[in-house]
């Protein structure tokens, strides 16, 4: 190997080395904040109730401290920044997930439990690598979560900033567009209860599949102003966002793939490939009402990738038709009963309103 060639391979096994080792301190330095939160909380909270007249006593409780914190040690003790650390304590203290961890059998909170401990720290009484293993995230994620008012939902928003290392903006992003509700609608009470426990969970074709997809990042006006070409083109150019949008496991094969059978040429908008489901996914764009026509093309596609292009190891191919409207019935009567390989979603291209949402999700 040449020494520049080799040069270069060290170079980039040793930044990854350092980079690596720049997010674990970045991510226990975030525990370590996190956890230090939670025990503030938990002493405003003691200290509160042992108060004859708790709210007045709280209100002055929060500003004498913020006074003595600002300080001593500068920003970040705001009588506001206080009062969303003890809301902190009060949401997560309540957690079954949490307490299921420390092994406390009251789910209703942890203050009545630290009470008859004499009120020992956190930190002391429990093992901090036990509480490390739960507040993996940013405080400032935690703020955001907390506005989540559904446990299971906030838990799984949690799961998945974890697993995936959601940044608080992706983090918003995928809470605005109703990921956790895209993916409830598609599975019974069993697969929700998963959802919460454990996430998103990819085991079979179905799990990948969301509807509506939600396109926003591309800057798209809603109306049917654009070509499939351009918004080809505009998921193309903003790939990065796509491919969080579809979900995990993704990896980008291309655009515009040719298969060629007879003499005749026919492209695929979009393929790429899910290394959880190990096998090609193929996306066609359509622009308009979704016609069973489409859903035809996708069968063709897919047949000729599962017999000309999937090695023998690989699962089936997956074909989905993304288009801004189907009827039901159209996909219901075109597709086998059996169906696990096509699939036709909406997509839309700016964020509905909660109302507009809730109105798209509830006509399904």
Known sequence: MPN?????????????????ARQQVLRT??????????????????????????????????KGLSQQLTKEFGKGFSIRNLEQIRQFYIIYSKSESLTRILGIKNTQSLTGEFKSQKAQSVTAEFDYQTLSSFFKLSFTHYIFLMRIEDEKERRFYKIESEKHNWSVRELKRQYDSALYTRLSLSRDKDG????????????????????????EFLGLPELPQYSESQLEEEIIN??????????????FVGRQQRITFDDKHFRIDLVFY??????????????????????????????????????????KTIGIVLCQNKSEAVVKYTLPENNEQIFASKYKTVLPSESDLKRLLENK
Do not use: W
């Open 4 to 20: 520049d060639l080799q040069n270069k391979v060290i170079f980039h096994q040793v930044a990854e080395l350092l980079q690596n």
């Open 29 to 62: 330095v975030n525990s370590t904040m996190t956890i230090t939160y939670f025990e503030i909380g938990r002493i405003i909270v003691e200290e509160e109730q042992n108060g004859k007249d708790r709210a007045e006593y709280g209100k002055k409780l929060l």
């Open 192 to 215: 929700i209860l998963k959802l919460s426990e454990k996430g998103q969970i990819i085991e079979k074709p179905k799990d990948i599949i969301k509807d509506p997809y939600i396109l």
């Open 238 to 251: 903003k790939l990065e966002h796509f491919l969080l949008e579809l979900g995990h496991g993704f990896t």
């Open 274 to 315: 899910n290394r959880i489901l190990r096998c090609f996914v193929l996306i066609d764009l359509k622009i308009g009402e979704l016609k069973h026509q489409d859903l035809g093309q996708m069968q063709m596609y897919v047949n000729y990738y599962d017999r000309e292009m999937r090695l023998e190891d690989e699962n």
